[in-house]
């Protein structure tokens, strides 16, 4: 497999932050900042995207370390929506989505690596291009758009019940 120390490192913290960001959309339908699972994910893929950048198969910036920087950029503006947001019920849509797709960017290298490397000696692709990998990604793809739907229209309950019980007070 030929993995260095960071590339292992790399590897096994962002396999935390993944399990944790499907245990939160198992949970509670979303990767939610203010659960356990939610800051887990936050705070590793942090961890991985800025660790990605010490990261080249060919050497030099490539287009992992641009996927890695958006990613960064996706979940600090998340974060900042999450703390500085937080009475802005359309902020919530944003953070949602935010979280969302950065979730999905961060399985296209993911999906690409694994499958180029696994199993050893016999990987499922043989490089990028393979359409083992287009395919899988257009099923993330399309998982990534009906989770988005269901996001939001979780999240216009939400908003509405939330409203409702201040409309009271």
């Not at 600090?76 to 703390?83: E, V």
């Not at 961060?106 to 180029?116: D, G, K």
């Amino acid at each position: 497999m030929g993995l260095s120390i960071l590339g292992i490192f790399h590897t096994v913290i962002g396999i935390i932050a993944i399990v944790a960001a499907v245990i939160g959309f198992i949970k509670n339908g979303k990767i939610d900042l203010s659960r356990l699972t939610g800051k887990i994910y936050f705070y590793l893929t942090l961890v991985t995207s800025l660790t990605a950048l010490g990261l080249s198969k060919h050497g030099g910036f490539n287009a992992g370390h641009i996927f890695a920087l958006f990613i960064v950029v996706l979940i600090l503006t998340a974060y900042f929506l999450y703390f500085k947001k937080k009475g802005n019920n359309r902020a919530r849509f944003f953070e949602n989505i935010l979280l969302s797709f950065s979730f999905f960017l961060s399985l296209v290298p993911t999906v690409n690596e694994t499958f180029t490397r696994v199993p050893v000696g016999h990987p499922l692709a043989k490089a990028p291009t393979d359409p083992i990998i287009g395919q899988t990604l257009l099923v993330l793809f399309v998982l990534f758009i009906v989770g988005s739907v269901f996001q939001f229209r979780m999240q216009r309950k939400i908003n509405k019940l939330n409203q409702n019980i201040i409309s009271v007070y």
